[in-house]
């Protein structure tokens, strides 16, 4: 007998454990975290597996213990670590996402309910052809510059159409009319928490900058100063993925949608860890090739469809980063 449950994959990583720590608050359960990694110490999933989500068996063993009624796919390599290792990232970001989309589409069928998988995509999926086409096109919105320049950005856009074919097509040719799963995604720009520090990414040197600066150490940032995209703030991240969750189907005119809060500069973004640690030395060392992933991302994103949609709404802008959640939580977390 199978036993409902919520299952995270990628938990151990940066956006799994905010959201776990939120899903446990409010009382979710049960929630079966998978990640290559032991979860850190606190985090308190009903059960935790530690393996790789692109391991066909263990996935398989999983789906007969459980009825998944909902999946957060989070499970993925960021952007400079794909770059480096592109037919691994292959397995991880997409093949794995197909096995998780199979998986959901068979417990949909059975269960004759659909089984909603959520997945944060990624600003990632944007590929601006140059930095004129950047300043002109300041927020770009989903149907536009789908031309992604990593293996990343081609993983992420290439799950979002397969999310939407199981979702809308999956069985189609078959007589007799199926539950498919409900597939739904985010686009999310750079995302800054104060309770953990990024790897593998290419926005990673906000965060970077940040951290580096709390404890203390100098910072090469690897992007010019004037290097603009968007962020957000981990806490706005999990609200938008929960919001997303919750919304009524039949509200939802798309499956993937931009989400946005504030963009700024590396030079402001180091101009506010200034602020708040004036002893901070940040300087430039900019690497052509991250460099180059980086300007390809937009200025900003038009996320109107999701405020429309779904009531998308940040709690946190520029300012209240910085001020209410980043800097005096990294603080504590350092001193
Ligand atoms: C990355 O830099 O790879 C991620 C992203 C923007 O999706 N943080």
New binding site residues.
């Given amino acids: 007998m199978q036993k409902n449950a919520i299952l995270i994959t990628g938990a151990a990583g940066e956006i799994g454990q905010a959201l776990l720590a939120e899903l446990a608050a409010g009382g979710k359960s049960p929630l079966v975290t998978l990640d290559l990694q032991a979860m850190p110490a606190g985090a308190q999933p009903s059960q935790h597996v530690q393996g790789s989500v692109a391991d066909a068996t263990l996935l398989a063993g999983l789906a007969e213990q459980y009825r998944f009624a909902q999946i957060f796919h989070l499970a993925?390599l960021?952007?400079?670590?794909?770059e480096r290792k592109p037919a691994l990232a292959h397995q991880v970001n997409v093949d794995a996402s197909l096995l998780l989309l199979e998986l959901a589409a068979r417990q949909s069928m059975e269960g004759g309910q659909p089984v909603q998988v959520i997945f944060?995509?990624?600003?990632?999926v944007y590929g601006l052809p140059d930095l004129a086409a950047k300043a002109t096109h300041a927020k770009v919105g989903e149907g536009d510059f789908n031309d992604p320049t990593?293996m990343?950005?081609c993983n992420?856009l290439a799950v979002e159409k397969l999310g939407a074919y199981y979702s809308n097509q999956y069985g189609q040719l078959q007589a007799e009319v199926l539950t498919r799963l409900d597939f739904r995604s985010l686009r999310?720009?750079?995302?800054i928490s104060a309770h953990t520090a990024?790897t593998?990414?290419?926005?990673?040197y906000g965060p970077e900058m940040l951290h580096a600066a709390a404890q203390g150490q100098a910072y090469a940032c690897f992007v010019r100063p004037d290097t603009t995209?968007p962020f957000m703030a981990m806490p706005d991240a999990v609200r938008a993925l929960l919001g997303l969750a919750a919304a009524p189907a039949a509200a939802l005119g798309r499956r993937a949608y931009n989400v946005g809060a504030f963009s700024l500069s590396a030079e402001a973004f180091a101009g506010q860890v200034q602020t708040a640690f004036p002893g901070a030395k940040i300087s430039y060392a900019p690497n052509a090739a991250r460099q180059g992933?980086?300007d390809s991302?937009p200025l900003d994103v038009d996320d109107r469809a999701a405020r429309t949609d779904w009531g998308w709404a940040p709690e946190y802008d520029l300012q209240r980063c910085f001020d209410e959640y980043l800097v005096p939580n990294i603080r504590e977390r350092y001193e």
């Fill in positions: 993925a960021l952007s400079t670590s794909a944060p995509s990624s600003i990632a990593t990343y950005g992420k999310f720009p750079g995302l990024p593998g990414g290419t926005s990673d995209i992933i980086v991302w």
